[in-house]
Nanobody, 118 residues
Framework: QVQLVESGGGLVQAGGSLRLSCAAS????????MGWYRQAPGKQRELVAT???????TYADSAKGRFTISRDNAKNTVYLQMNSLKPADTAVYYC????????????WGQGTQVTVSS
Protein backbone atom coordinates (compact mmCIF):
# COMPACT_ATOMS: atom_id res chain seq x y z
CA GLN A 1 0.00 0.00 0.00
CA VAL A 2 1.31 3.41 -0.97
CA GLN A 3 1.02 6.29 1.45
CA LEU A 4 1.77 9.93 0.73
CA VAL A 5 2.72 12.35 3.48
CA GLU A 6 2.66 16.06 2.78
CA SER A 7 4.34 18.86 4.66
CA GLY A 8 5.18 22.51 4.29
CA GLY A 9 1.83 24.27 4.30
CA GLY A 10 1.04 27.21 6.51
CA LEU A 11 0.15 30.86 6.73
CA VAL A 12 2.10 33.40 4.72
CA GLN A 13 1.63 37.00 3.68
CA ALA A 14 1.00 37.94 0.09
CA GLY A 15 4.25 38.01 -1.84
CA GLY A 16 5.82 35.37 0.38
CA SER A 17 6.98 31.86 -0.38
CA LEU A 18 6.30 28.32 0.76
CA ARG A 19 7.73 24.96 -0.20
CA LEU A 20 5.53 21.90 -0.10
CA SER A 21 6.90 18.38 0.08
CA CYS A 22 5.22 15.02 -0.46
CA ALA A 23 7.01 11.80 0.35
CA ALA A 24 5.77 8.36 -0.62
CA SER A 25 6.21 5.11 1.22
CA UNK A 26 5.51 1.72 -0.27
CA UNK A 27 6.02 0.31 -3.73
CA UNK A 28 5.68 3.01 -6.35
CA UNK A 29 7.32 1.15 -9.21
CA UNK A 30 4.39 1.94 -11.51
CA UNK A 31 4.27 5.66 -10.75
CA UNK A 32 5.44 7.92 -13.53
CA UNK A 33 3.66 11.19 -12.86
CA MET A 34 3.69 13.20 -9.65
CA GLY A 35 1.67 16.32 -9.19
CA TRP A 36 0.02 18.91 -7.03
CA TYR A 37 -3.62 19.88 -7.02
CA ARG A 38 -5.51 22.34 -4.88
CA GLN A 39 -9.04 22.91 -3.70
CA ALA A 40 -10.33 26.20 -2.40
CA PRO A 41 -13.54 26.42 -0.35
CA GLY A 42 -16.58 26.02 -2.54
CA LYS A 43 -14.52 25.17 -5.61
CA GLN A 44 -13.54 22.02 -7.43
CA ARG A 45 -10.11 20.51 -7.09
CA GLU A 46 -7.81 21.85 -9.79
CA LEU A 47 -4.46 20.99 -11.22
CA VAL A 48 -1.50 23.11 -10.13
CA ALA A 49 1.47 21.28 -11.65
CA THR A 50 2.71 17.84 -12.64
CA UNK A 51 6.11 16.38 -13.37
CA UNK A 52 7.00 13.20 -15.23
CA UNK A 53 9.56 10.61 -14.21
CA UNK A 54 12.01 12.28 -16.57
CA UNK A 55 11.45 15.65 -14.95
CA UNK A 56 9.25 17.37 -17.54
CA UNK A 57 6.88 19.77 -15.79
CA THR A 58 3.50 21.15 -16.73
CA TYR A 59 1.80 24.05 -14.98
CA ALA A 60 -1.62 25.55 -14.72
CA ASP A 61 -1.70 29.09 -16.06
CA SER A 62 -2.17 30.38 -12.52
CA ALA A 63 1.10 28.75 -11.46
CA LYS A 64 3.32 29.62 -14.40
CA GLY A 65 6.21 31.88 -13.52
CA ARG A 66 5.58 31.62 -9.77
CA PHE A 67 5.59 27.93 -8.87
CA THR A 68 8.21 25.29 -9.56
CA ILE A 69 7.59 21.56 -9.30
CA SER A 70 10.45 19.12 -8.89
CA ARG A 71 10.96 15.53 -7.84
CA ASP A 72 13.63 13.41 -6.24
CA ASN A 73 13.13 9.88 -7.52
CA ALA A 74 15.66 8.46 -5.08
CA LYS A 75 13.61 9.84 -2.18
CA ASN A 76 10.19 9.19 -3.75
CA THR A 77 9.42 12.83 -3.09
CA VAL A 78 7.84 15.65 -5.04
CA TYR A 79 8.19 19.32 -4.17
CA LEU A 80 6.31 22.49 -5.00
CA GLN A 81 8.15 25.76 -4.53
CA MET A 82 5.63 28.57 -4.44
CA ASN A 83 6.80 32.15 -4.77
CA SER A 84 4.97 35.47 -5.05
CA LEU A 85 1.97 33.95 -3.33
CA LYS A 86 -1.40 35.64 -3.66
CA PRO A 87 -4.56 35.40 -1.54
CA ALA A 88 -6.12 33.55 -4.50
CA ASP A 89 -3.62 30.74 -3.87
CA THR A 90 -5.31 29.96 -0.56
CA ALA A 91 -6.46 26.35 -0.68
CA VAL A 92 -5.82 22.85 0.52
CA TYR A 93 -3.00 21.42 -1.57
CA TYR A 94 -2.95 17.72 -2.39
CA CYS A 95 -0.13 15.72 -3.90
CA UNK A 96 -0.89 12.97 -6.37
CA UNK A 97 1.14 10.03 -7.58
CA UNK A 98 -0.27 8.13 -10.52
CA UNK A 99 0.56 5.61 -13.17
CA UNK A 100 -0.31 6.12 -16.82
CA UNK A 101 -0.43 2.37 -17.43
CA UNK A 102 -1.96 0.98 -14.23
CA UNK A 103 -5.13 2.89 -13.69
CA UNK A 104 -5.65 1.61 -10.17
CA UNK A 105 -2.35 3.13 -9.09
CA UNK A 106 -3.55 6.62 -8.33
CA UNK A 107 -2.70 7.91 -4.85
CA TRP A 108 -3.50 11.12 -2.99
CA GLY A 109 -1.98 12.81 0.01
CA GLN A 110 -4.07 13.96 2.94
CA GLY A 111 -3.82 17.61 1.97
CA THR A 112 -2.00 20.55 3.50
CA GLN A 113 -3.53 23.96 4.08
CA VAL A 114 -1.96 27.00 2.46
CA THR A 115 -3.33 30.35 3.55
CA VAL A 116 -2.12 33.59 2.01
CA SER A 117 -3.12 36.76 3.81
CA SER A 118 -3.43 40.11 2.10
Amino acid sequence: QVQLVESGGGLVQAGGSLRLSCAASGNIFSINTMGWYRQAPGKQRELVATVTRGGSPTYADSAKGRFTISRDNAKNTVYLQMNSLKPADTAVYYCNFRSSWRGADNYWGQGTQVTVSS
